[in-house]
Structures are given as C-alpha cells and as structure tokens.
C-alpha cells in the first residue's frame, strides 16, 4: 500500500513538473526556425536537413547555417564524437563536406 502511493505521488510530480517547461522550449525553437532563413542546401534535391554520424553508427539530423556552421535541430543535442566532416542528405544519395552545400 505505501509503495503504491508512493508511485502515484511522482507520476503527478512528473506530469505536472514537465508541462509547462516543454511549452516554452517549443516556443523557443519556432523561433530559431524563423531566424534561420539561410541555411546551406544540398546541391542535389536542396533540401536543407543532412545526418552526421559517429563512430558507432548513430546519426543526428543537423542543418548547417549561413557560417558553415553545422546545427543539430533538437536543441541540445551534443555534436561530441560525430565526424562533421561528412554530411548525409536526408532527400537523396548525396553525401560531402559543408564547402559543397549551396
Ligand atoms: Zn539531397
């Protein structure tokens, strides 16, 4: 019995706890999007979403912005150990360095 009120206590501390953060991350990352108008594009299919990947096989979608500079579209996503020197376009068979993007 203890145990099981115990449960249900964290799941509403979750719950209520996680709500309202996650309102205003999402905000926030609309308005990236918005500043981000002049992203480079595959010189391919122009599309502007690519994968970087490490060393064990895991990818990560990035755009890359104006400044040759490679963003991961999940906020926070850490960018350690993955080999940016490759993109991996997400619409086609296109792969290459960030100096091939138009
Ligand atoms: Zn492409």
Known sequence: MVERAALEMRCTGNCTGGSNPSI???????????????????????????????ANGDAVVVTVNERKQIVPIHEGTSLDGYDLDVLYCLGCSWRGSVNNLI
């Open 24 to 54: 205003s991350a999402e905000n926030q990352r609309y308005t990236i999007f918005f500043e981000m108008g002049k992203d480079k594009l595959c010189p391919q299919c122009k599309i502007r979403r690519f994968r970087v990947k490490n």
